[in-house]
């Protein structure tokens, strides 16, 4: 405890110095941090916030590397990318926050499952505050864990605020552990201050815990010291309360104990704040003497995904009929055979086989425990698999419907997507979203939300439009260690039918295929798309195209565009996605940057309307892109 207290006290100091860009104090509670990390084993993983230093410090992290990590220096633990404790490491098992307070309780959810699915004696601890189990995912992840019986421990830090926002303007309920019995699960009050408190009490817990998987709430009374970070400061609180909780020192109140019962000397103390403070000295002169990191683009660009290597597996089956659906069906099971403890997770989708009966029988071929039917909680479960991630297992989570991703909208774009970049953490997940209009189902059940995610930086994004190549680029999907979001058109799943091997295979992505052959004009297409634009080449056989599905949207297979349209000389660009903030924005800015000499005719673009998608046949009919394709086409053909 001291240690953490003399290293914040330094980096006040360093603060105000500017030395230091910020700082959340957890001063006053000290004894949380330590006591509870000395209850778990050195491989148990902890999942701190901000004001955990006591984590770190009794895992004992050198300190010159938490001081270059707070400076942004390369000795940190996420090359300058991320400032204080946003950072993992593997090497002391601890997995840092994000800004975005809940998503570490569904990660702890994903390790402790890992820790069933292993049959390993283990335990995760996840720390949250009072005003962070305000947010939705503080609810889904103790579902979760609750459901499933999962061995976490929720140490929520009740210090009296979130930021300035007082407890009783954030639940109404007497404590935060009578939440517990909402959810099920066991749940105790502990006296955050005392450290022999906090560490005899979660140390039998946390034993009981690893003979009896569980899940337990754990609420610690302490108080904020000092502000929600320097600059906020604590005008909004009494004196009168801050002089009562001073009194409760976590830190002088141990240091009286000990004196008194003799355990230890003034001297013995005095000599022990020394050699810490020149530890501290010795930690930050190492610190300031590394140099400012001098910034690589190709490093960057490369940090972003981890390393992939693709490896190509051709097929050697005879040849068989499939639906698309069939496709993904099998391809799903073939890689459940290849990867023994790969995890699929989603709504419905063990003994009912989800809603498109993709994985029906799974459950008898797999078991409960690899196909596992999630509570309707997006969010937690997309946290979950990054859990398993972090552990070494590989999942694939099915959104119902690619519309309910906006319920795991963070994880999925801050999570999932920055882990590598920040920290070096794979996030191991394929995200399977059953997508597209034509099939009567209404503004929450049709989308083409893609573009959201082509957007950020860390995820693949993957398209098909054929069973072939569903089957294949799924397989690679999944073996590839990066987070990818894999769209399934659902009026594709019983329409559309081809020859494929019924052997497991691979396809690379990054390639786009080339259907038809032609002369007179590009077009570029993916998903349902693609159909339409052969549908109407068939009707208009005089059209001379080059057809291109893109297959992989991310990453894009521009070399491809760019030779077939330096061609042609012309170019339309097909997507069912309404236009503005598209794809084919992006693949038109591009063509016109790039190909500008080569156009007899501005690159053309055909999405449909600016509005939710409908559901009346009608309607849906007068919002799709397929209407005004051909219309488009022949007029750019006449240009």
């Known amino acids: 405890m001291l240690k953490s207290?003399?290293?914040?006290?330094?980096?006040l100091i360093l603060l105000r110095q500017g030395k230091i860009s910020k700082w959340f104090s957890g001063i006053g509670q000290e004894a949380i941090s330590v006591g509870v990390t000395l209850a778990l084993d050195a491989d148990e993983y902890i999942l701190p916030m901000h004001r955990n230093l006591g984590v770190f410090t009794t895992r004992e992290i050198p300190l010159f590397r938490l001081f270059s990590q707070w400076q942004g220096k390369a000795n940190g633990f996420t090359k300058g990318r991320d400032r204080s404790f946003h950072f993992g490491t593997q090497d002391y098992k601890i997995?840092?926050?994000?800004?975005?307070?809940?998503?570490?309780?569904?990660?702890?959810?994903?390790?402790?499952?890992?820790?069933?699915?292993?049959?390993?004696?283990k335990l995760t601890a996840v720390f949250s505050g009072d005003g962070g189990t305000s947010e939705g995912d503080f609810h889904e992840a103790l579902n979760v864990a609750s459901v499933w019986n999962l061995p976490v421990l929720f140490c929520i830090e009740n210090n009296g605020y979130g930021l300035s926002t007082p407890s009783n303007e954030q639940y109404n309920c007497e404590s935060i552990a009578d939440r517990g019995v909402g959810y099920g699960m066991e749940a105790h009050v502990i006296e955050g201050n005392n450290v022999i408190e906090v560490f005899s009490k979660v140390d039998a817990i946390a034993k009981s815990v690893r003979k009896n998987p569980r899940p337990v709430l754990i609420e610690f009374k302490t108080?904020?010291?000092?502000?929600?970070?320097?600059?906020?400061?604590?005008?909004?609180?009494?004196?009168?309360?801050?002089?009562?909780?001073?009194?409760?020192?976590?830190?002088?109140?141990?240091?009286?104990?000990l004196l008194d019962k003799k355990i230890i000397s003034t001297q013995e103390i005095e000599n022990f704040k020394q050699s810490v403070a020149s530890e501290i000295q010795e930690g930050l002169q190492t610190a300031f003497d590394?140099?400012?990191?001098?910034?690589?683009?190709?490093?960057?660009?490369?940090?972003?995904?981890?390393?992939?290597?693709?490896?190509?597996?051709?097929?050697?089956?005879?040849?068989?009929?499939?639906?698309?659906?069939?496709?993904?069906?099998?391809?799903?099971?073939?890689?459940m055979e290849l990867h023994p403890d790969l995890v699929i997770m989603g709504q419905d989708i063990a003994e009912y086989g989800g809603v498109f009966k993709i994985t029906e029988n799974f459950v008898e071929l797999f078991g409960k425990s690899r196909v596992r039917n999630t509570p309707i909680c997006e969010s937690a479960i997309v946290e979950a698999a990054m859990g398993l991630s972090i552990a070494g297992i590989k999942s694939v989570v099915e959104m119902q419907f690619a519309d309910f991703v906006t319920s795991g909208f963070n994880p999925v774009v801050n999570y999932l997507a920055k882990s590598h970049y920040r920290w070096g953490q794979a996030a191991d997940?394929?995200?399977?979203?059953?997508?597209?209009?034509?099939?009567?189902?209404?503004?929450?059940?049709?989308?083409?939300?893609?573009?959201?995610?082509?957007?950020?930086?860390?995820?693949?994004?993957?398209?098909?439009?054929?069973?072939?190549?569903?089957?294949?680029?799924?397989?690679?999907?999944?073996n590839d260690p990066n987070p990818v979001l894999f769209f399934e058109h659902k009026a594709l799943y019983r329409s559309i039918r081809q020859d494929l091997p019924t052997d497991y295979y691979t396809l690379p992505f990054g390639v786009a295929s080339k259907l038809r052959e032609g002369s007179d004009i590009t077009i570029i297409?993916?998903?349902?798309?693609?159909?339409?634009?052969?549908?109407?080449?068939?009707?208009?056989?005089?059209?001379?195209?080059?057809?291109?599905?893109?297959?992989?949207?991310?990453?894009?297979?521009?070399?491809?565009?760019?030779?077939?349209v330096k061609k042609t000389n012309k170019a339309i660009i097909l997507q069912e996605d309404s236009l503005f903030g598209s794809i084919s924005s992006d693949i038109s800015s591009q063509l016109m940057e790039q190909a500008f000499e080569y156009l007899d005719a501005p690159v053309k673009r055909v999405a449909s309307i600016e509005t939710p998608i409908p559901f009346a046949s009608a309607l849906e009919d007068q919002y799709l892109a397929k209407r005004?394709?051909?219309q488009e086409l022949k007029v750019l053909l006449d240009y």
């Open 525 to 564: 297409a993916y998903g349902a798309a693609v159909h339409w634009a052969l549908e109407t080449l068939d009707k208009n056989p005089h059209i001379s195209a080059d057809v291109l599905d893109l297959r992989t949207l991310q990453p894009l297979d521009f070399e491809s565009i760019l030779a077939s």
């Open 5 to 11: 207290r003399l290293i914040e006290e330094k980096m």
């Open 95 to 121: 997995i840092g926050m994000i800004s975005h307070l809940g998503p570490q309780l569904g990660v702890a959810d994903g390790i402790a499952l890992a820790h069933i699915l292993k049959k390993e004696p």
């Open 628 to 630: 005004t394709f051909e």
């Open 290 to 335: 590394e140099p400012v990191i001098s910034p690589d683009l190709e490093t960057e660009l490369s940090d972003v995904y981890k390393p992939f290597e693709y490896i190509a597996v051709d097929p050697r089956s005879k040849q068989k009929e499939k639906r698309f659906i069939d496709a993904i069906s099998e391809g799903l099971k073939q890689s």
């Open 223 to 257: 108080f904020r010291m000092r502000g929600h970070e320097e600059a906020s400061g604590t005008k909004y609180v009494s004196k009168k309360l801050m002089d009562t909780w001073a009194k409760k020192d976590p830190i002088s109140n141990f240091e009286s104990y």
């Open 429 to 478: 997940i394929v995200v399977r979203m059953p997508c597209g209009a034509g099939v009567a189902a209404g503004p929450f059940h049709s989308q083409t939300n893609e573009a959201w995610f082509t957007k950020t930086p860390g995820l693949k994004v993957v398209y098909p439009a054929f069973p072939y190549d569903a089957k294949g680029l799924l397989a690679t999907a999944i």
